[in-house]
Antibody, heavy 119, light 106 residues
C-alpha cells in the first residue's frame, strides 16, 4: 500500500536551517509528484508547492520562494523540504502529500513533521 | 489567489443529526474542489474529490455537491467519529484551502 513516512520533529534556533524528509513506498516514486503543505498551530493547511519526481523540477507557491527548497533522491524514493534562515513564524507541521492514482486531490499524506523555531 | 470561505466556523450538533457545511470560492473552480477531514494530531484525510465523488473507503453518509463557486458537504447522520475539522480545498488554480469548519459535539 502507498505510504509516505516523514522524518521526526525538529527544534531549531532562528536563523538555522532544517531538512525534512518524506520516504515513499508502495508505488513507483517517479510516477507521481510530491507536494508539500504547511499547517501552523491552530491554522488551516497552506499549499507550499510541488516537485516533479521525473524531472526534479520544483514549483513553489507564492509566499514560499527564496528560503524553501524542494529536492529529491530518487534512488531511495525520498523527497526533501529544506527551509533556510528559519523564523519563529515557520513553526508548523509540514506534510508531504501525493494525489490519487486517478485524480488530482491529495489522497495520501505523510504523518507530518513538527518544526519548532524558538530562541 | 482563489480564496475559499467556509461557513459556519463552528457547528455544534449531536450524534445522529445532519451536518451541512458550506464552501464558497472567490472565483469559479469548476468542480475542482475537495473536502478533507482532520482530527487532532492527524494528517488530513480526503473525503470528497471533484466536488461530489467519495474517496476510497469513505462512508456513504458523506456527500458533496456544488460547482463553480458554491459547494456543500453533507453528513447525513453524525457518528461519534465524525466530530472533527473539515476543510475544503481547490485545485483549479494552484491549490488553496479554506480555514475550516469545526464540527463539535453539542
Amino acid at each position: 500500500q502507498v505510504q509516505l513516512v516523514q522524518s521526526g520533529s525538529e527544534l531549531k534556533r532562528p536563523g538555522a536551517s532544517v531538512k525534512v524528509s518524506c520516504k515513499a513506498s508502495g508505488y513507483l516514486f517517479t510516477s507521481y509528484s510530491v507536494d508539500w503543505v504547511r499547517q501552523a498551530p491552530g491554522q488551516g493547511p497552506e499549499w507550499m508547492g510541488w516537485i516533479n519526481t521525473n524531472t526534479g523540477k520544483p514549483s513553489y507557491a507564492p509566499g514560499f520562494t527564496g528560503r524553501f527548497v524542494f529536492s529529491l533522491d530518487t534512488s531511495v524514493s525520498t523527497a526533501y523540504l529544506q527551509i533556510g534562515s528559519l523564523k519563529p513564524e515557520d513553526t508548523a507541521v509540514y506534510y508531504c502529500a501525493r494525489v490519487q492514482s486517478s485524480g488530482n486531490d491529495f489522497e495520501y499524506w505523510g504523518q507530518g513533521t513538527l518544526v519548532t523555531v524558538s530562541p | 489567489e482563489i480564496v475559499l470561505t467556509q461557513s459556519p466556523a463552528t457547528l455544534s450538533l449531536s450524534p445522529g443529526e445532519r451536518a451541512t457545511l458550506s464552501c464558497r470560492a472567490s472565483q469559479s473552480v469548476g468542480s475542482a474542489l475537495a473536502w478533507l477531514q482532520q482530527k487532532p494530531g492527524q494528517a488530513p484525510r480526503l473525503l470528497i474529490y471533484a466536488a461530489s465523488n467519495r474517496a476510497t473507503g469513505i462512508p456513504s453518509r458523506f456527500s458533496g455537491s456544488g460547482s463553480g463557486t458554491d459547494f456543500t458537504l453533507t453528513i447525513s447522520s453524525l457518528e461519534p467519529e465524525d466530530f472533527a475539522v473539515y476543510y475544503c480545498q481547490q485545485c483549479d488554480t494552484y491549490r488553496t484551502f479554506g480555514r475550516g469548519t469545526n464540527v463539535e459535539s453539542k
